[in-house]
């Protein structure tokens, strides 16, 4: 089985723009989670997403945004950029309610 | 609410030698536990998981974790560790008895292997 896939890989945006990321589940996976990495924050988990619902939320601003499609696939936005929002993004999928979460190799936003 | 405290920064090891990477976890149950390595540049790898049963987990690359409950703990061990070990490392942990597949990590252990 493939992976998960994430693309972009790399992208670079300035201050104010907006972006869409996104991310492929592997094939099966109904679940879907993001986070944001970074090296002062860490690992912090952004949404999650099971069967196109969104059921888990973490502590970000409403610039964050996600969604699912009926396929698994999601997609998460960012608008109105800001410097701290480079990062590294990551997207885990699962295949059950509560499972094993499989990484993609992430999104490296870099916002100047 | 849950937590994983990863006391150790930065590890520095000698090629050959065993390796030990400490991991303590705040849960009010018993938590789904997992080690991930992520290389530079790349995503997270999953190494191996605890969700019940035999505390002594086995992984890949010849990793293994041992869950003890009563300090909360979920080290992760190499008996001979390899110049491709060299990573960073991450604890996290997963809520139970719930819909979600939310993971909390640590900070990361970043291992250094010197020849």
């Known amino acids: 089985k493939a992976g998960v896939t994430q693309t972009p890989r790399y992208l670079i945006k300035t201050r104010g723009q907006q972006v869409t990321l996104s991310c492929s589940p592997i094939?099966?996976?109904?679940?879907v989670s993001w986070y944001q990495q970074t090296p002062g924050q860490g690992l912090q988990f952004l949404f999650e997403y099971f069967s196109e619902t969104q059921r888990n939320k973490g502590n970000f601003p409403g610039r964050f945004s996600g969604r699912q499609f009926s396929n698994s696939r999601s997609e998460m936005n960012v608008s109105t950029l800001e410097l701290g929002d480079s990062a590294l993004y990551l997207c885990?999928?699962?295949?059950?309610?509560?499972?094993?979460?499989?990484f993609g190799p992430g999104t490296r936003l870099t916002v100047l | 609410a849950q937590s994983v405290t990863q006391p150790d920064i930065h590890i520095t090891v000698s090629e050959g030698a065993s390796l030990e990477l400490r991991c303590n976890y705040s849960?009010?149950?018993?938590?789904?536990l997992f080690w991930y390595v992520q290389s530079p540049g790349q995503g997270l790898q999953l190494l191996l998981k605890y969700f019940s049963g035999d505390t002594l987990v086995q992984g890949i690359k010849g990793f293994e974790a041992e869950f003890k409950r009563s300090q909360s703990s979920f080290n992760l061990r190499k008996p001979s560790v390899h110049w491709s070990d060299a990573a960073e490392y991450f604890c996290a942990v997963g809520a139970t008895g719930g819909a979600t597949n939310k993971l909390i990590f640590g900070t990361g252990t970043l291992l250094a292997v010197q020849p």
């Open positions: 885990a999928s699962g295949s059950g309610s509560t499972d094993t979460q499989y």
């Open positions: 094939s099966g996976h109904r679940s």
């Open positions: 849960y009010g149950a018993t938590p789904y």
